[in-house]
């Protein structure tokens, strides 16, 4: 397998692959991921899609959701596992180095968007159970102690920390549903939430489709599952980056959150917010506490790969020597800076179109795999060497571009009804032009000539 091989002290850098000696046990893997499974956003999107589409179509849309991101992690884990390739490094096949850098770039500004997200979570519980405490102070206390969490990368201590936490979200999460039922009594009007005028029509695909928006996930996925082993692919395709996974993930979360919804009276609209404050009044210390575990072990993710993205991103601008741990520092301060600059609406606003591009990037990344082209290209051999590989890929940036492009006319110009489609046309779109293209490739696509020869 092509490709330079180097550490990053005790790390494997973004930008190389991971050999046999850095692979972790399966135990260790899955409690570095399963920090995903933990957050306010997977009760709080849940309930809120059911008002205003109804519960069954929620939990429609949940069920749909777990086949479809359990089938095409099963796939993108089995490859990463294969190959020891991150997110960068191939992207880097599909798109040239210069065009991956775009797709890095997405990725870690979308983890730091989910850090700003999350880590104000947190913030916002602390400051209100200790209200002498400003906001701004509880912004920085949570930037100041998330940091370090991820100075040592998934292979040191994340997987421990995390796996110590685990324990504390379910019983925290199964607190929460006893303590209000005891306090506010059992109702099954958690079943019947909806909009005024009864349940939107096809409301189920306006929940399924919503999910596509997080692909992101797929791309966290990747960076996760290629520290797996060999022996263990089975294992992580099937269930720790698979199906179980996102049965809790999003069906348990979600099937709580609601309920919780329709049991807890909450003050203004439904937001990660007021769910947190509604916890923290009927749990007190208690629920600060489980607030503290939920949002603390997704964090871990997302300033993790913030981090080693941005350090990929930057490689390519000579500040290759630069350590993680210095990117994680940098990171912490664009958290820092977003949550004082108040920054929700635009954010969310990005993360909607950027949310287009990771979806034309999974297509395509599938139609790759799928492919038995580049294999025959390359005897089954991967070449991501920045020496060698081409600046663009244009047949993979037109794949790209092309759904993204599509996706965001029909999201901002279409009628209602064509842009709940425009994520699953880019899906379909950007996979069935690659791989079209791919059908008739050289190896000049990906390598640069005196490479190729």
Known sequence: MAGKITQDGDQVSPQTLVPDEQRMSKGSLSMAWWAICSAMFWLVVSATLAMNFGTMNTLIGLGLSTVTYGIINAIITRYAIKTGLSVALFSRIMFGKVGASLAVLIFFATAIYYSVFEGSVIAVAIQA?????????????????SVPL???????????????????????LVAAVVLSINEYGYSDA???MGPEGGEVENGWWNCFTYFMGVWILMMY????????KADDADYHA?????????????MVNGVA?????????????????????????LMGIWGLLFVWVSQTRINTANFYLAADNMQAFFEHFGLKQVPRFIWAIVVGAVVYLLMLLDVFSFILQALAYQGIFVVAWVAI??????????DQLFNGEVNCDIDQVVSFNPRGLIAWFGGAG????????????????????????????????LNSAKQHWFVRMEAAE
Do not use: C
């Not at 040592?152 to 994340?158: D, I, N, P, T």
């Not at 329709?262 to 916890?279: D, F, H, K, N, R």
């Not at 599509?406 to 690659?434: D, Q």
């Open 365 to 374: 990344a599938l139609a790759h795999i799928f492919s038995p082209k580049y």
């Open 238 to 250: 099937k269930i720790n980056f698979g199906m179980p996974f996102y049965l809790f993930t999003f």
């Open 257 to 281: 959150g609601i309920f919780l919804a329709a049991t807890i009276p909450t003050e203004g609209g439904l937001s990660e917010v007021s769910v947190v404050l509604a916890i923290l009044k």
């Open 150 to 172: 991820v100075f040592g990368g998934v292979q040191l201590w994340m997987d421990k920390f995390n796996g110590v936490l685990l324990p504390f979200y379910i019983l925290g």
């Open 221 to 228: 996925t990747w960076d996760y599952a290629r520290f797996g």
């Open 129 to 145: 159970y200790f209200p002498s405490l400003s906001l701004e102070m509880a912004y920085l206390i949570v930037v100041l102690y």
């Open 406 to 437: 599509l996706g965001i006319v029909l999201l901002n110009y279409a009628g209602a009804t064509l842009a709940l489609f425009s994520a699953p046309l880019t899906f379909i779109f950007s996979f069935l032009v690659y791989l079209m293209l």
């Open 190 to 192: 958690w079943l019947s």
